[in-house]
């Protein structure tokens, strides 16, 4: 029997747009072991109405919260890799550190034995439990969806099926009431056709930000998994049109560009770090639970800056999308308008990390089929930003530990920068990145 193959895709908008695709594909025959089935307990439900008010729940507050260390942790992880490859160098890098960890977890409902151990060592839950996880996950994306007018965000995943291809039921329960998950069949031996509707779903959810996704799929390819994270904010302090002016930006010591840079003198949360050379910016957004973090490293200090990104992760993250060690001044902040794009194939970052039997003939996705042996062929995944003076669609975020110095008036976003956008009530990283070429689409 030939291996089956399963796609992830995910999607990410805001102006971000994340879309994140995993494909399943047929795999050979092996044995698995089985990591506990679920109690009933976990199927309550903490939906309410769209425009009902948002209920307290502290200790869910908590359960959500149990992710955000180990979430931040994968995203700097897979920040160094990406910003590592060949092809990233002196380019924009963007993407959904929260949209990848949640189409992998969602992978891993039907996962067993070392294929479900690997996934979550990868993403830092092995001291969690699928139960604790699944529950987070249901959690954070309730809050996600219950903001304000200022902001809209719509996160979420889907299931896309092979005509005649069996899932346990189970799998597919636990994908839409955690993941809130859609499910549709769709006819993969017509490749074509197969590549032109997952296309279209995607575009519908993050609206029309990411089109074309998909260029092309194995006919072997049994099932999909689609996560998409859209996200669109009105600054708090919006940039007057007036201001916006052109600049130089210095990509790199040997090449510049012009750009539309943008203009605004206001209070910000704003601090310098001396020893870890940089300077670091809140820019909120209206309804005050998401901000746009920029980290500016002093002029050729950016590789320092991320040669250590990963040492203090956790606490710094912690830290900053607390805001606790951040001083409101007076701070002129020039920053570049922008709309780029990226994509990846993760297969081989993942693969590094650690995700290897996923891939393999010998992994077991036993509690997705039982009937057919089937085993991850692709995982891609796509963002897009786009950022003006009205606001951002598209986030990112970066850590870093740091010591609060005297504030500079100045924060000149002139050469090549990272960016995040956070989520406060969840302590997520939406979107991470680095724009090194404002003007590269």
Known sequence: QKPS????????????????????????????????AHTTEHHHHLHHGKDEPHPHHNDKDAECHLLSPHN???????????????????????????????????????????????????????????AQVNEAYEHLLHMLAHGNENVQLDAGSAVALRDGFKVLDKFLED??????????NVDFSKPEVAVQEINKYISKKTHNKIPDMLKDLHEDTVMMLINFMYFRGKWEKHFEEKNTHKADFHVDENTKVTV????????YE?????????????????????????????????????????????????????????????????????????????????????????????ADFSNISEETRTKVSKVSHKAVL?????????????????MPMSLPSVMNLNRPFLVLIV????????????????TAK
Request: proline residues 3%; negative net charge.
């Open 270 to 362: 704003f601090y310098h770090d001396r020893e870890n050379f940089t300077s670091v910016i809140m820019l909120p957004y209206k309804g005050g639970n998401a901000s746009m973090m920029i980290v500016l490293p002093d002029e050729g200090k950016m590789a320092e800056v991320e040669a250590s990104i990963s040492n203090a992760a956790q606490h710094s993250a912690q830290q900053l999308m607390q805001l606790n060690i951040l001083h409101s001044s007076s701070v002129d902040v020039f920053l570049p308008k922008f709309s780029i794009s990226a994509q990846y194939a993760l297969d081989d970052i993942l693969k590094e990390l650690g995700v290897v039997s996923a891939f393999s003939d010998t």
């Open 175 to 184: 994908a839409k009431h955690y993941f809130e998950s859609e499910v549709f």
């Open 72 to 130: 931040a942790d994968f995203a700097f992880s897979l920040y160094k890799k990406l910003s590592a490859l060949p092809e990233s160098k002196s380019k924009n890098v963007f993407f959904s550190p929260l949209g990848i960890s949640m189409a992998l977890s969602m992978l891993a409902i039907g996962a067993k034995g070392d294929t479900h151990s690997e996934l979550y060592k990868a993403l830092g839950y092995s001291s969690l439990t699928q």
């Open 5 to 36: 193959s399963f796609h992830c895709s995910s999607i990410l908008h805001f102006g971000v747009s994340v879309g994140l695709l995993l494909a399943l594909a047929w795999a050979a025959p092996h044995e698995g072991h089985d990591h506990g």
């Open 423 to 438: 989520e406060d009530s969840t302590r997520s990283i939406l979107f991470m990145g680095k724009i090194s070429d404002p």
């Open 386 to 402: 786009s950022v003006d003076e009205r606001g951002t669609e598209a986030a990112a975020a970066t850590t870093i530990e740091i």
């Open 260 to 267: 539309d840079m943008m203009k605004r003198t206001g209070r």
